[in-house]
């Protein structure tokens, strides 16, 4: 199946500071997720995004499918930021089974 | 338009008991997949339903069951709870493009 790996695992970040993720997987898809997953275990959707770049305030994402993958971008990081991000793509042959990476922890400090 | 529930938020079962639990889709979504989340892990994909049947299956034992209804809601049974089923599962209601997570039933087994 798929494989998606999630760099960096860990990071920790003042407040104020920027922030590149990365999502890589092993296959062409045609959908990408990205989520936050808040300390009380909810996953918030961020961004859909097979291809292309989008922007939602402080966040944006581009998604490179011919080369397989994802960056997310945190700009201005709050506190409120912290948890674990996540990108899932769909399995082949399965329309809306997601497979998830590995997740990037993200610790942001006063 | 209301979001993806869940019942119950948390429970603690013995080993060799059966659990249910329950999600409510997003209104308009007629697919449901459930994910189980290990602590510090991803979510992993256990099975989807659409209009009420089984649409895919994970890698996960036959003891791990479930059923759509038809107002699309869902359930999630396991049986002969081993001390590993100890984890976040999660509900997911699918839309067009993206899949909406309800907020997690956290499962301790003792």
């Known amino acids: 199946g798929i494989q998606v790996e999630q760099s960096p695992p860990d990071l920790i970040l003042q407040e104020g500071a920027n922030s590149t993720l990365r999502c890589n997987f092993s296959d062409s898809v045609n959908n990408l997720q990205w989520f936050h997953q808040n300390p009380w275990g909810q996953l918030i959707n961020l961004f859909y995004i097979p291809s292309g770049t989008k922007q939602n305030g402080r966040l944006s994402a581009t998604t490179v499918a011919t080369e397989r993958y994802s960056l997310l971008y945190i700009s201005s990081s709050q506190t409120t930021d912290s948890g674990v991000y996540f990108c899932a793509v769909p399995s082949a042959g399965t329309a809306s089974k997601l497979t998830f990476g590995t997740g990037t922890r993200l610790q942001v400090t006063l | 338009e209301t979001g993806v529930t869940q019942s119950p938020t948390h429970l603690i079962k013995t080993r060799g008991q059966q659990v249910t639990l329950r999600c409510s889709s997003q209104s308009g979504h007629n697919t449901v997949s459930w994910y189980q989340q290990a602590l510090g892990q991803g979510p992993q994909f256990i099975f989807q339903?659409?209009?009420?049947?089984?649409?895919g299956r994970g890698n996960f034992p036959p003891r791990f069951s479930g059923l759509q209804f038809p107002n699309y809601s869902s359930e999630l049974n396991v049986n002969a709870l081993e001390l590993d089923d100890s984890a976040l599962y999660l509900c997911a209601s699918s839309g067009v493009y993206e899949q909406y997570f309800g907020p997690g039933t956290r499962l301790t087994v003792t």
């Open positions: 339903y659409y209009r009420e049947e089984e649409n």
